[in-house]
Every structure is written in structure tokens, then in C-alpha cells.
Nanobody
């Protein structure tokens, strides 16, 4: 079992930056690809970014490509999401997730473990 706890959310003006963190505990964190998802009110949960277990491979949603960066520090059992040039449409609850399968996937159903989420609000 893996427990995931997100932090770093908050209120920021458009054009600003935030860095989200996701601390993992339990089974060996470094074995798992990790992802970030978000969910805005009234909308489905959507993929944001994912990273391979070693950190060498990443993939991003088109809506965040070039603005967001996913990274991980396996020694600290933590995955990060650096968010720059934030827009009001980035407002959502952000979740980190871990999967036991090796390939990266953008499908929420492909992830076995989820955090509780952290709110990000971008004001215009």
C-alpha cells in the first residue's frame, strides 16, 4: 500500500507560479510511475502530467505543456509539479497518483493510489 499526501496549493494571480509536492509513504515509491491530475467543479478528472519511475520519461497534457514541469526525488519519496504562467483555467483540485504498471498512462483508471488533493485557485 502507498499513501500519498499533496501540499503546496493556494491562491495565486494569473501569470504566477506554484510548486506542488506529493509525499509518498508505504511501499517502495521509486518503483512506481507517478502522475498529476486535476478536477475543476462540474468537470471530469483530467490528466496533467506523468513521470516514469526513474524520472527520465515525462508526458504532459497539451494544455500545460511548456508551463508545467513534473519531477521526482526518489530519495525523498516525493514528486513535484512546478506550475508557471498560471491561468484562471488552471483552477482545480490537483491530485497526485501512483500506478503499479510500468508504462506511463494518461487514464485515471490506470492508477492504483491517490492522494486527497490540494486546491489551486488562479485569479484573473
Amino acid at each position: 500500500q502507498v499513501q500519498l499526501v499533496e501540499s503546496g496549493g493556494g491562491l495565486v494571480q494569473a501569470g504566477g507560479s506554484l510548486r506542488l509536492s506529493c509525499a509518498a509513504s508505504g511501499r517502495t515509491f521509486s518503483n512506481y510511475p507517478m502522475g498529476w491530475f486535476r478536477q475543476a467543479p462540474g468537470k471530469d478528472r483530467e490528466f496533467v502530467a506523468a513521470i516514469t519511475w526513474g524520472g527520465s520519461g515525462t508526458t504532459y497534457a497539451d494544455s500545460v505543456k511548456g508551463r508545467f514541469t513534473i519531477s521526482r526525488d526518489n530519495a525523498k519519496s516525493t514528486v513535484y509539479l512546478q506550475m508557471n504562467s498560471l491561468k484562471p483555467e488552471d483552477t482545480a483540485v490537483y491530485y497526485c497518483a501512483g500506478r503499479t504498471g510500468l508504462p506511463l498512462t494518461r487514464e485515471p483508471s490506470g492508477y492504483n493510489y491517490w492522494g486527497q488533493g490540494t486546491q489551486v485557485t488562479v485569479s484573473s
